[in-house]
């Protein structure tokens, strides 16, 4: 079969003008149509119609003149074949339309079943009936298959960990109860994104969720220093009083907060990646400086008054 579709393939190709394509198209077709039916020939014909006119121009052309025939099932099997080797190449509209066709022949399939079942050929009724199951099924499993892809393509069980780490740690540090509430926000928006709007909204509540929670922080640091943050700002302050470990800690931090900005506000920047990043490092880097509060409570309590 390999050697003459590619055959047919390479005399397709130098056809020249539309109207040379069409019959060349409608001389393929006779092998379908026929009532001299050969089952590889037609079989051959119906991949050679999906690989030059389309899934859904072909499955249209299929169904338009489907009947329960022992010659539709054997096309049927070729369509179920293209479905398990092919199915990345379809979309979910080609799902749809061939789901749809299938469900509105089932009636019409069974009853040829029930008609045929006690005579010689009633098994390859039977066999016809199967194979549409078999790819109703397969169409779901296609689909679990993609939805369980998109779903945990988009799920690190570590970063989650974390996040639930941080979460808990808000809650032990008395911080806002909106900034653990936040974070989940954050990553249900992320999760039915689908464009870039959607993505530089998740930006943008990526960067109000940094900068609330440094300044949870500086308000608890100041607090336990006896102090007022007054009218510093609270990166300024945090640094200034040295809780970060060195000014390159303090400028990745203002650099990314920056980074948000720009993210937010160009919506080209707001692509997925870049936003599951920085959500990642967002996360993390808010669990080390939260995990470093709790010891500078701790070191500060320690101390004699």
Do not use: W
């Amino acid at each position: 079969m390999s050697p003459n579709f590619d055959l047919l393939r390479i005399l397709y190709s130098k056809t020249k003008s539309k109207k040379q394509k069409k019959l060349f198209t409608d001389k393929i077709k006779l092998e379908i149509e026929t009532d001299n039916f050969v089952k590889d020939a037609a079989q051959l014909a119906l991949i050679f119609l999906i690989k030059t006119q389309g899934f859904e121009k072909t499955l249209k052309y299929y169904f338009n003149q489907f009947s329960p025939s022992i010659k539709q099932y054997d096309l049927l099997q070729t369509i179920h074949k293209y479905l398990i080797f092919e199915y990345a190449k379809l979309e979910e509209k080609d799902l749809d339309l061939l789901e749809a066709n299938l469900e509105s022949n089932k009636s019409a399939v069974a009853e040829k079943v029930k008609a045929t079942e006690k005579q010689n050929y009633g098994s390859f009724y039977l066999e016809g009936q199967k194979t549409l199951y078999r790819i109703l099924n397969d169409i779901s499993d296609v689909r679990y298959d993609r939805l369980s892809t998109e779903l945990f393509e988009n799920i690190n069980f570590e970063i989650n960990q974390d996040k639930e780490i941080l979460q808990n740690n808000f809650d032990t540090l008395g911080f806002d109860k909106n900034l653990g509430k936040s974070l989940d926000h954050i990553e249900q928006q992320f999760l039915i994104s689908n464009n870039e709007f959607d993505y530089k909204t998740c930006a943008d509540h990526l960067r109000t969720f940094t900068a609330a929670f440094i300044k949870e922080v500086a308000i608890t640091v100041s607090n336990i220093n006896g102090e007022s943050l007054n009218n510093r700002k609270p990166h300024r302050y945090l640094k200034d009083i040295k809780f970060f470990h060195g000014s390159k800690e303090a400028d990745f931090l203002q650099a990314f907060q920056n980074y948000l900005s720009a993210s937010s506000v160009h919506k080209l920047n707001s692509e997925k990646e870049v936003v599951r990043t920085a959500k990642n490092i967002a996360i993390e880097f808010a669990l080390l400086l939260s995990q470093r509060l709790e010891q500078y409570k701790v070191e500060r309590a320690s101390r004699p008054h």
